[in-house]
């Protein structure tokens, strides 16, 4: 590895160390990023809208003190195409808004701005965060799909083309392309982040999402989003009791998957952690079912402006949305109730458990660019509104990501962090 590829493949955090120590500068990193984007950007197909090179260098030559005294330094953010921002369009991978411009930014990015982070672009995003799929590709094998509907942040980070990336999760569009393109991929609890200035699908199964190449990263980027300060990471933590949630508890999952997670359980048996495998009946199955419920419901009552061009609609969003609009209310009142029963039931039956151990996808991508993938792995904790973290490392037996998820109780994400770390060092190959 040259000192290019090192400076735009490094974590965020360990560049900014880097830039502090004097190591490199941040314009070095900026045309690492830049380098690597020229280079991939025609196959893998991240970026739906980004600057040049000269635009980027000239918004930070313009501030160049602000950013050299700021946390971020200047360095480049992705920010995926369903998220405002008062510099680029927000088309939300339709043509009903193509070049839509908003006024403001959505706070997310006013966060992340007055934090010294330069927005380089909008990644592409399926329709409306939805399954029809954008021009992404996997970096790791051009012909499978990235996932969605994160598709171009998760392939963004994963490729190296920038540090790290806002996504957005409403079933599995944080979690399954983190997994499928071999990031880290965190949803926060239901309502941690602010969702203003970013385009609702489900109101309550949307969350803020964010990739990043180590945990480390997500909890800077976390304490920024948050307001709070980024100083040094907590410590990881090592868990005592993990419950791991085989994917036969919530759908098919692929042999190979299976394989990964009880591989794990093995080393965190050696490392001297207590394993419990989740036996949920088809608690979790139903959780799919009502999950699917609930997006319908919401779905249909947002997309409202939308809805009156239908011929510029997918064939299955038109048909999720007619599945919300023939619901009967009672049908969405019991699944959003089940959500709250199912999330209580887990936690009272395994109170000693530090975290749930899952896959974070059936298996590797699917071979193809038509779909993006199953979202049943993660259907289940988004409707619990539980925070969740995927982490790289594993693979199959000809090398592709398989990511596994770590899910913590609700509005205990540092504590869920502080363990993904320790899995990150000890456990996570």
């Given at each position: 590895?040259?000192?290019?590829?090192?400076?735009?493949?490094?974590?965020?955090?360990?560049?900014?160390?880097?830039?502090?120590?004097?190591?490199?500068?941040?314009?070095?990193?900026?045309?690492?990023?830049?380098?690597?984007?020229?280079?991939?950007?025609?196959?893998?197909?991240?970026?739906?809208?980004?600057?040049?090179?000269?635009?980027?260098?000239?918004?930070?030559?313009?501030?160049?003190?602000?950013?050299?005294?700021?946390?971020?330094?200047?360095?480049?953010?992705?920010?995926?195409?369903?998220?405002?921002?008062?510099?680029?369009?927000?088309?939300?991978?339709?043509?009903?808004?193509?070049?839509?411009?908003?006024?403001?930014?959505?706070?997310?990015?006013?966060?992340?701005?007055?934090?010294?982070?330069?927005?380089?672009?909008?990644?592409?995003?399926?329709?409306?965060?939805?399954?029809?799929?954008?021009?992404?590709?996997?970096?790791?094998?051009?012909?499978?799909?990235?996932?969605?509907?994160?598709?171009?942040?998760?392939?963004?980070?994963?490729?190296?083309?920038?540090?790290?990336?806002?996504?957005?999760?409403?079933?599995?569009?944080?979690?399954?392309?983190?997994?499928?393109?071999?990031?880290?991929?965190?949803?926060?609890?239901?309502?941690?982040?602010?969702?203003?200035?970013?385009?609702?699908?489900?109101?309550?199964?949307?969350?803020?999402?964010?990739?990043?190449?180590?945990?480390?990263?997500?909890?800077?980027?976390?304490?920024?989003?948050?307001?709070?300060?980024?100083?040094?990471?907590?410590?990881?933590?090592?868990?005592?009791?993990?419950?791991?949630?085989?994917?036969?508890?919530?759908?098919?999952?692929?042999?190979?998957?299976?394989?990964?997670?009880?591989?794990?359980?093995?080393?965190?048996?050696?490392?001297?952690?207590?394993?419990?495998?989740?036996?949920?009946?088809?608690?979790?199955?139903?959780?799919?079912?009502?999950?699917?419920r609930i997006m319908a419901w919401e779905v249909c009552r947002n997309l409202?402006?939308?809805?009156?061009?239908?011929?510029?609609?997918?064939?299955?969003?038109?048909?999720?949305?007619?599945?919300?609009?023939?619901?009967?209310?009672?049908?969405?009142?019991?699944?959003?109730?089940?959500?709250?029963?199912?999330?209580?039931?887990?936690?009272?039956?395994?109170?000693?458990?530090?975290?749930?151990?899952?896959?974070?996808?059936?298996?590797?991508?699917?071979?193809?660019?038509?779909?993006?993938?199953?979202?049943?792995?993660?259907?289940?904790?988004?409707?619990?509104?539980?925070?969740?973290?995927?982490?790289?490392?594993?693979?199959?037996?000809?090398?592709?990501?398989?990511?596994?998820?770590?899910?913590?109780?609700?509005?205990?994400?540092?504590?869920?962090?502080?363990?993904?770390?320790?899995?990150?060092?000890?456990?996570?190959?």
């Amino acid at each position: 590895m040259n000192e290019t590829d090192s400076l735009n493949s490094a974590g965020l955090a360990a560049t900014l160390r880097r830039i502090e120590a004097g190591e490199c500068s941040a314009i070095d990193v900026i045309n690492a990023c830049f380098d690597r984007i020229e280079t991939r950007e025609p196959d893998v197909g991240a970026w739906q809208v980004r600057l040049s090179r000269t635009g980027y260098l000239h918004n930070y030559q313009a501030r160049q003190d602000f950013y050299q005294q700021s946390l971020l330094k200047g360095l480049p953010v992705g920010i995926k195409d369903i998220i405002d921002t008062a510099d680029m369009p927000t088309a939300m991978g339709s043509p009903i808004h193509q070049g839509r411009q908003p006024i403001e930014d959505a706070t997310c990015v006013a966060l992340i701005r007055a934090a010294g982070g330069i927005v380089l672009g909008k990644t592409v995003t399926t329709e409306f965060a939805y399954f029809r799929p954008g021009k992404t590709r996997n970096p790791h094998d051009l012909a499978r799909t990235p996932g969605g509907s994160s598709s171009g942040s998760a392939a963004a980070v994963a490729d190296a083309m920038v540090p790290v990336a806002l996504g957005s999760q409403t079933a599995a569009s944080v979690i399954r392309p983190a997994a499928y393109c071999g990031s880290v991929g965190y949803v926060g609890s239901r309502g941690e982040f602010s969702l203003r200035g970013g385009q609702p699908l489900a109101q309550s199964l949307d969350s803020l999402g964010l990739f990043a190449r180590q945990v480390e990263d997500i909890q800077l980027l976390r304490a920024v989003l948050l307001r709070q300060s980024a100083l040094a990471p907590q410590p990881a933590l090592k868990p005592r009791r993990m419950l791991l949630c085989a994917g036969e508890n919530v759908g098919d999952t692929a042999i190979d998957m299976n394989t990964a997670l009880q591989q794990v359980a093995e080393r965190l048996q050696q490392a001297g952690v207590d394993v419990i495998w989740l036996d949920a009946g088809t608690r979790l199955q139903q959780m799919v079912t009502h999950h699917g419920r609930i997006m319908a419901w919401e779905v249909c009552r947002n997309l409202v402006i939308e809805s009156q061009q239908p011929e510029l609609l997918s064939e299955p969003l038109q048909a999720l949305m007619n599945d919300g609009l023939t619901m009967p209310r009672a049908d969405y009142l019991t699944s959003l109730s089940a959500a709250d029963s199912t999330r209580d039931w887990l936690w009272s039956q395994h109170d000693q458990v530090d975290a749930i151990l899952a896959p974070a996808a059936p298996g590797v991508a699917p071979q193809g660019l038509e779909k993006t993938g199953a979202p049943h792995m993660s259907r289940p904790w988004q409707a619990m509104g539980l925070p969740v973290i995927t982490l790289p490392g594993e693979v199959d037996r000809d090398g592709l990501p398989l990511g596994l998820q770590l899910i913590g109780r609700a509005r205990e994400d540092d504590a869920l962090l502080r363990l993904a770390a320790w899995f990150e060092q000890h456990i996570i190959r």
